[in-house]
């Protein structure tokens, strides 16, 4: 999603910035065009809870990143955390630049700074810099993704292809998408429910806020679907943005210093396909790891995962995306088919023990 701007624009700005008015000379004379300028308009506020509110409140606290790395150059967008500097985004927008590379921030007035990484998590596809040198930034504010009704409008805001401060609108089309980001380039990957939107977000969006129409950051764009084999495809209306509960989670683990954890039921999981054994969609287990959680709560080889608090399982990938959205110690409860008995569990998840990247 961090994707450098390819070639020009065409076309833009042409025949705009003022009215024009037709004035005729009085019969008999000359004949002439002049243009005028028009008598400016009383401006009415923004009202609360439009695009144009949204966008109002929330561009100072956007900003552009600028990548330098073993990969080559990128860009990709990041949210203002706090006023001295913590900037929110996405691992993939900034891993080419863990290892000797640069980063930089352009915020919305037009001024830059250097940027150093504060930490990375591979697993969520989340990663806190920090800007050098600033304070007094406006920091983003930060809502829930808790009970987002399906439907309801949203605002995007990022630097697709490079292009700053751009707003875009569409709703929630879908919540707990399980979905696979990364950079494009063979670099970490990450599966996560995603809140699943028809904005439109492309290549530079990454790390940018999906916000609710009351200006809260409810989800970090991540990931979108092309519809090609090309990574640098553009919007088809199948946008993909991580849910900011679990982002602040994890952000706060990493401004804390700490190691960022992820919940696990401790067993090994293919997509079930359906046979004379089985006959139920779902996530098949195939290994119960010794002393986990899903031993403990009793899971069997060939038990058959469909529903994780009623939310529906469908795959493999689903199962793995839905339980990151908890914590390790909660308890959630498990649907499966072992054969063809259906029946309920309880489980309370394990961790992971975290994976933080420099």
């Given at each position: ?268 999981v293919t997509d079930a396909v359906s046979s004379d ?82």
């Open positions: 999603m961090a994707a450098v701007l390819a070639g020009g624009l065409a076309g833009v700005g042409g025949a705009a910035g003022f009215d024009t008015v037709r004035s005729e000379a009085p019969a008999g004379g000359d004949r002439s065009d002049t243009l005028q300028t028009a008598s400016p308009s009383s401006v009415e506020p923004a009202m609360d809870g439009s695009v144009e509110a949204v966008a109002s409140r929330l561009l100072p606290s956007v900003v552009k990143i600028n990548v330098a790395g073993q990969a080559g150059v990128g860009n990709g967008t990041g949210i203002i955390m706090s006023a001295d500097g913590q900037v929110l985004t996405n691992n993939h927008v900034v891993e080419s630049a863990a290892e000797g590379g640069t980063i930089t921030v352009l915020f919305s007035d037009g001024s830059t700074t250097d940027a150093q990484i504060v930490g990375r998590d591979p697993v969520t596809d989340l990663a806190v810099i920090e800007a050098t040198d600033v304070d007094g930034l406006t920091p983003a504010r930060f809502g829930s993704s808790a009970e987002l009704d399906i439907g309801e409008q949203v605002v995007a805001i990022g630097s697709p292809f490079g292009l700053q401060s751009t707003v875009t609108t569409g709703v929630v089309s879908a919540v707990n998408r399980p979905v696979t980001s990364g950079d494009g380039q063979g670099g970490d990957t990450s599966v996560f429910p995603a809140l699943q939107t028809d904005a439109a977000t492309n290549p530079g969006n990454s790390g940018g806020p999906l916000v609710d129409m009351s200006g809260n950051v409810i989800g970090i764009n991540s990931a979108i679907q092309t519809g090609t084999s090309d990574a640098t495809g553009g919007s088809i209306g199948l946008g993909f943005a991580i849910p900011v509960d679990l982002a602040r989670s994890i952000a706060g683990q990493i401004i804390e210093g700490e190691t960022p954890t992820h919940a696990k039921i401790g067993v090994s054994r089985i006959t139920t969609v779902g996530a098949l287990v195939e290994e119960v790891i010794p002393g986990s959680a899903g031993e403990s709560a009793g899971l069997d080889v060939g038990d058959v995962v469909t529903a994780i608090d009623g939310q529906q399982v469908d795959s493999s990938d689903a199962l793995v995306a839905l339980i990151r959205a908890y914590r390790p110690g909660e308890e959630v409860t498990l649907t499966y088919v072992r054969g063809k008995t259906p029946g309920q569990i309880g489980v309370t998840l394990d961790s992971d023990g975290g994976q933080l990247a420099p």
